[in-house]
């Protein structure tokens, strides 16, 4: 039984009354909910619907000895937005540009124009107007090619909870892996769209950009979230990928990165220390190439402090590098 609140339950038997003109008896309403795995009594669906009745109109039609119920449908007509929201759709019209090959971004930007042509000439008018007002640097966003199959499967399998077999392509690989994956959520690292959740093969969590899955198949197998996952899973990522190991670094920074550090990345530490010759950067997360990454760029301007293991890790690619120059 899924776990849904009597305001979300009012809102699904609105929207049903209002998708169909010839209207939904209680025993329809009771079906479309048990198909949801949503279990209520009749007399729960006539208190909802009279519920409902005090603040939507709501119409009753007698036919064949049954009562049909219907609700007219929310449309926006008419309505005359000011100067600041129709700057804001403008800006969001730009923040969308970067994501068109996903079908959320092309659907996101049709939502928009939805909107926009369902209300005056004159919000269309002005919308033109203020389009180029706000520019966004998407040098950091990525054009990536998406397979629209793959992202519904992707959406099917988050929804349901229902695990996923993949061919997977990995960034430097020559050679594709077939995994199982529990896929968790989506997100966006620099523009482009990846799938978060737990790697059957790897054993830990991971994140799989979408452009890289050649092939997907929804499995009848299903799982379930760890609770502790939405609380934790921004400390389990330092930037962008996750681990499950977590560990607490500390990080000297010098005074001329420091500057740095406290204006672009402060959101990054756990805590912050201030000392003489810089900053103290602390953080609990998993130690991953990405960060090995983000403390290689600063040079001399950051020295590991602790685990002993990663300091190591750092001079072992220093060496590394050193070569490419001594050799």
């Not at 009354?17 to 329809?28: A, C, F, Q, V, W």
């Amino acid at each position: 039984m899924k776990d849904m609140s009597q305001t979300e339950r009012q809102i699904f038997i609105l929207l049903l009354l209002s998708e169909n003109k010839r209207g939904y008896t209680i025993n329809d309403i009771h079906s479309s909910l048990e198909k949801w795995d949503v279990i209520v009594d009749k007399k729960t669906i006539m208190r909802d619907i009279d519920s409902l009745s005090g603040i939507c109109f709501i119409s009753e039609d007698e036919r064949n000895n049954k009562t049909y119920y219907t609700a007219d449908k929310f449309r926006l007509r008419d309505i005359t937005f000011t100067s600041p929201e129709l700057i804001s759709l403008a800006f969001m019209l730009e923040l969308l540009k970067p994501y068109q090959n996903m079908t959320m971004g092309r659907s996101s930007n049709e939502l928009i124009y939805r909107l926009l042509d369902n209300t005056t000439n004159l919000n269309r008018e002005f919308i033109k107007h203020f389009t180029g007002l706000v520019s966004i640097n998407t040098n950091d966003y990525i054009n990536d090619s998406l397979n629209p199959e793959v992202e519904e499967k992707l959406h099917n399998s988050i929804q349901n909870k229902r695990k996923v077999r993949i061919t997977y392509r990995s960034f430097g690989s020559d050679k594709d892996t077939i995994r199982v994956i529990q896929p968790y959520e989506l997100s966006i690292n620099d523009g482009a769209l990846c799938v978060v959740g737990f790697c059957e093969l790897r054993n830990d969590l991971r994140d799989f950009r979408v452009s890289r899955i050649k092939n997907i198949n929804l499995l009848e197998d299903t799982f379930q979230i760890p609770e502790d996952y939405y609380s934790n899973r921004s400390r389990k990522k330092f930037i962008h990928l996750s681990g499950n190991v977590i560990e607490k670094i500390i990080i000297s920074f010098n005074k001329t990165t420091a500057k740095y550090i406290m204006e672009y990345e402060a959101e990054l530490a756990d805590e912050i220390v201030k000392t003489e010759d810089g900053i103290t950067f602390i953080r609990n997360t998993a130690i991953t190439d990405e960060l090995v990454r983000w403390i290689l760029q600063f040079g001399e301007g950051a020295k590991v402090i602790s685990p002993s293991h990663l300091k190591d890790k750092i001079i072992q690619e220093l060496e590394n590098s050193l070569k490419q120059y001594t050799q």
